[in-house]
């Protein structure tokens, strides 16, 4: 009997991959037996049970694969257009549905959520029994709270006993963009910083335990998702409806949007691509406003996710 694949090694990011979960669970329910993964992060799916192995990207010979067993591809379409000149922008798709699409169909919003099991938690020296956890990420400045906003956040939280904890990996990612991501350091003595310390089981352990998680559009996003925990997510220029987790079949269950003043999605407004390029294009990644503001105002302030925060915990 041939075994069932989903390729997605094109799928170079964190929160991408854990998206294609839904799917993963739609193939598993058609074909009636357990599929088997090529991805840049095996560890997502080992405890996954609609996952019956995952490989390494470069432990798996594809092409044999392919001809010999039954093969599905996802997320290889980025910034690539088909026979027809259309173009796939994730930009403006929810991204599980772009899993989904890729495949031919869609999904409904029962299936929209993620899954993802992880190992036994392993006690941490010195963690906090409470704690706000924190994601201070460089990316694309579109997604990029300014050091100095997430050092003022820390100061207020600090300046009311509350412990702060720092998580997150150094990372580069490679695909149609290349990308060099750092978790930023903020020093302070109510300050845990455990970034570049933890593997995924034992970050998704952190999130669930915080009394709130506060990050952007990022792939810690997507692994809150599948935790119990309150998340903050900070605004930027993609509609966060596209990214938001659904739990319970509800993109609201302990989720909290905080955007700046402009709340237009300018990466996500396809009259941006068309203005830009004079057809239908993704809008990439963004090193500036589409508006030609001086800078991100669909990024909050401080005291507004600071206000939030504290009426969380």
């Known amino acids: 009997m041939k075994k069932v694949f989903l390729d997605l090694s094109e799928a170079k990011g964190l929160g991408d991959t854990l998206s294609a979960t839904p799917v993963i669970r739609k193939l598993k329910e058609s074909y009636g037996s357990k599929i088997y993964v090529i991805t840049n992060y095996p560890e997502l799916f080992h405890n996954n049970r609609n996952v019956e192995k995952a490989y390494y990207v470069n432990a798996i010979n594809i092409e044999n694969v392919k001809s010999t067993q039954i093969y599905h591809s996802s997320f290889n379409n980025v910034g690539k257009k088909n026979e027809f000149g259309v173009e796939f922008k994730s930009n403006v798709c929810d991204i599980r549905q772009y899993h989904a699409m890729t495949l031919g169909f869609q999904l409904s919003e029962d299936d929209l959520y993620t899954e993802y099991e992880p190992d036994e938690y392993i006690p941490i020296d010195g963690l906090p029994e409470k704690f706000v956890l924190i994601?201070?990420?460089?990316?694309?400045?579109?997604?990029?709270?300014?050091?100095?906003?997430?050092?003022?956040?820390?100061?207020?939280?600090?300046?009311?006993?509350?412990?702060?904890?720092?998580?997150?990996?150094?990372?580069?990612?490679?695909?149609?963009?290349?990308?060099?991501?750092?978790?930023?350091?903020?020093?302070?003595?109510?300050?845990?910083?455990?970034?570049?310390?933890?593997?995924?089981?034992?970050?998704?352990?952190?999130?669930?335990?915080?009394?709130?998680?506060?990050?952007?559009?990022?792939?810690?996003?997507?692994?809150?998702?599948?935790?119990?925990?309150?998340?903050?997510?900070?605004?930027?220029?993609?509609?966060?409806?596209?990214?938001?987790?659904?739990?319970?079949?509800?993109?609201?269950?302990?989720?909290?949007?905080?955007?700046?003043?402009?709340?237009?999605?300018?990466?996500?407004?396809?009259?941006?691509?068309?203005?830009?390029?004079?057809?239908?294009?993704?809008?990439?990644?963004?090193?500036?406003?589409?508006?030609?503001?001086?800078?991100?105002?669909?990024?909050?302030?401080?005291?507004?996710?600071?206000?939030?925060?504290?009426?969380?915990?």
Not at 189 to 205: E, G, M, P
Not at 252 to 275: E, L, N, T
């Open 135 to 313: 994601h201070p990420a460089e990316n694309w400045p579109s997604r990029t709270w300014d050091k100095d906003k997430w050092a003022d956040l820390v100061n207020l939280l600090c300046g009311n006993n509350i412990n702060v904890v720092i998580t997150g990996k150094n990372t580069e990612e490679y695909g149609f963009f290349h990308i060099t991501k750092k978790i930023f350091s903020i020093k302070q003595d109510l300050v845990l910083d455990l970034s570049n310390k933890s593997n995924i089981s034992q970050t998704w352990h952190l999130i669930d335990k915080s009394s709130c998680f506060v990050t952007m559009d990022s792939g810690l996003l997507h692994l809150a998702g599948t935790t119990d925990a309150e998340i903050i997510q900070l605004g930027s220029s993609i509609n966060n409806e596209f990214r938001a987790p659904y739990r319970y079949m509800s993109q609201d269950y302990k989720y909290h949007y905080i955007s700046g003043p402009c709340g237009i999605f300018c990466a996500s407004d396809m009259k941006y691509g068309v203005r830009e390029w004079g057809t239908i294009h993704g809008v990439p990644p963004l090193i500036g406003c589409l508006e030609n503001k001086p800078e991100f105002e669909c990024h909050p302030s401080v005291i507004d996710v600071y206000e939030t925060i504290m009426k969380i915990i």
